[in-house]
């Protein structure tokens, strides 16, 4: 291994356990769910003109951006998108909620149902048709659960996954104790689902990778190859996996993904094409 990648990984190895350090802290704030604001509603009559038939009929159209639902990976909570969450708000995303699933859940399916009713119910309340999710490591896989085989691409706009396993990983092989562990390595059920055809999903998916990802394992897992799905791949250089929602030029990234005004094409973007970029 050439040294100037040695440098790089301990470099990248220290700023992992400094954040781990930093979020066992935040930790225990995230782990009771967030109390929802009633959403500030505006009567402007164009503004209600995007509600859908699910919106509340006395209810108009929440001013601003759509609004972004945040997904926390395995064994984690809301707190890990402080950072995230920060930078959205100050850049006008006035509406963004997290979601925490039980980490009991053994079936990334029941997650994503779970998703899919948060889902519903934000669009209801704020009378938007459609929503932007970010999720995290397994969170991105909930999410595009969600999108690809519950429907979901009719009302996520733009899914931003980050570090997420889309082939599978390897590691930790004594985890696989665990349901949701066993649903991440390559082969899994699960993923033979997702890898199947997905003709006419409406949804564009951004998916951040890092090359110094421990946890992906091979770190290229974290790229989403689909030849029916709407792809703009990013290669993340220098940081780590629990970096991804906390670094903030992956932040940057990921307001660029949210505000984007269209698709890429099929198929997925690669290095070296236009679409996909380091960040980092």
Not at 92 to 104: A, F, K, M, T
Not at 110 to 138: F, K, P, W, Y
Not at 214 to 223: D, I
Request: hydrophobic share 40%.
């Amino acid at each position: 291994m050439k040294l100037s990648k040695v440098t790089a990984l301990m470099k990248a190895t220290a700023l992992e356990l400094a954040i781990l350090t930093g979020h066992l802290v935040l930790y225990p704030s995230g782990i009771v769910a967030e109390r929802l604001s009633p959403a500030t509603r505006t009567s402007d009559p164009a503004a209600g003109s995007n509600a859908g038939p699910d919106a509340d009929p006395h209810a108009t159209i929440t001013p601003g951006l759509r609004p972004v639902v945040l997904l926390h990976g395995f064994v984690d909570n809301r707190s890990v998108f402080v950072l995230l969450r920060r930078t959205l708000t100050r850049h006008g995303r006035d509406c963004v909620e997290s979601l925490n699933y039980s980490p009991l859940t053994c079936d990334l399916r029941s997650a994503a149902e779970l998703l899919g009713r948060r889902v519903e119910e934000i669009r209801a309340r704020t009378g938007h048709t459609e929503v932007d999710i970010v999720g995290h490591s397994l969170g991105g896989l909930i999410a595009r659960y969600y999108v690809q085989r519950l429907g979901g691409d009719t009302q996520v706009r733009t899914l931003v996954m980050l570090g997420t396993p889309h082939s599978g990983t390897t590691v930790a092989p004594l985890a696989d104790a665990h349901p949701l562990v066993r649903q991440m390595r390559p082969g899994s059920a699960v993923l033979r689902e997702l890898a199947g055809p997905a003709p006419g999903c409406r949804t564009r998916f951004v998916s951040f990778w890092s090359d110094l990802d421990q946890v992906m394992v091979p770190v290229e897992t974290a790229r989403l190859d689909h030849p029916d799905l709407l792809v703009h791949n990013v290669r993340v250089s220098g940081i780590g996996h629990l970096a991804l929602p906390v670094h903030p030029t992956v932040a940057t990234g990921v307001l660029g993904a949210l505000d984007a005004g269209g698709p890429v094409a099929p198929g997925g973007a690669h290095e070296g094409e236009p679409g996909a970029a380091s960040v980092a």
